[in-house]
């Protein structure tokens, strides 16, 4: 969706590392969702932020929400290569209409 | 709980033939989407709708049509497949009423269009 745009589009970091990923709406954000899929499987829900400075976190990821900026990161600490797969962030922006980003394809080298 | 059910799994089709993807939620969730996935990509919206008896478009809705046949259902047809909608699709469900609840997808269904 052009309405938010997802940043970096791919990764590769070495096994141990941190990272981020972006995501950022031109639309006021009314929630913003983080799922990860493995490739060619199905969509893992993460977490869902809906206030603004809002943190969750699962295991080593962490998700905020900027919601003056619109803006939501997702961390991964100390990745493993079990955190590879495609990461998209979706956003309910307006009359339930719940679009995603591009995705941020994530590889894990050991 | 089955949660969100989509048939077929898998299928081939030849250009120009049509097919319909049902889909059937059991959470008495007020909207359901149609979304595809590219390799590689992102989901783009097809089609959704946001409650029962409306339908809505998104962002990719040209060469398909939608149906909210009750509450638990809503299917997507392809009237005359084309080998740009090669394609795994998806449906997925949202309480829709309450902000902030999950959106829960379906397995997904991989069209391949000859």
């Known amino acids: 969706s052009q309405e938010l745009e997802q940043s970096p589009q791919s990764l590769i970091v070495q096994e141990g590392k941190n990272l981020t990923i972006n995501c950022t709406s031109s639309?006021?954000?009314?929630?913003l969702y983080w799922y990860k899929q493995k490739y060619g499987e199905g969509l893992i829900f993460l977490m869902m932020?809906?206030?603004?400075?809002e943190e969750k976190s699962h295991e080593k990821i962490t998700a905020k929400l900027d919601e003056k900026k619109q803006q939501s990161s997702l961390h991964i600490t100390a990745s493993q290569p079990s955190h590879a797969g495609i990461y998209l962030c979706g956003a309910d922006l307006y009359g339930n209409k719940l679009v995603f980003g591009a995705g941020t394809i994530l590889r894990v080298k050991s | 709980n089955a949660g969100v059910t989509q048939t077929p799994k898998f299928q081939v089709l030849k250009t120009g033939q049509s097919m319909t993807l049902q889909c059937a939620q059991d959470m008495n969730h007020n909207s359901m989407y149609w979304y595809r996935q590219d390799p590689g990509m992102g989901l783009r919206l097809i089609y959704y709708s946001a409650s029962e008896g409306t339908t809505d478009k998104g962002e990719v809705p040209n060469g398909y049509n939608v149906s909210r046949l009750n509450k638990r259902e809503f299917s997507l047809r392809l009237e005359s497949a084309a080998p740009s909608q090669t394609s795994v699709y998806f449906c997925a469900s949202y309480h829709g009423l309450i902000r902030g609840g999950e959106l829960f997808f379906g397995e997904g269904s991989r069209l391949t269009v000859l």
């Open positions: 932020l809906q206030k603004g400075g």
């Open positions: 639309k006021t954000l009314y929630g």
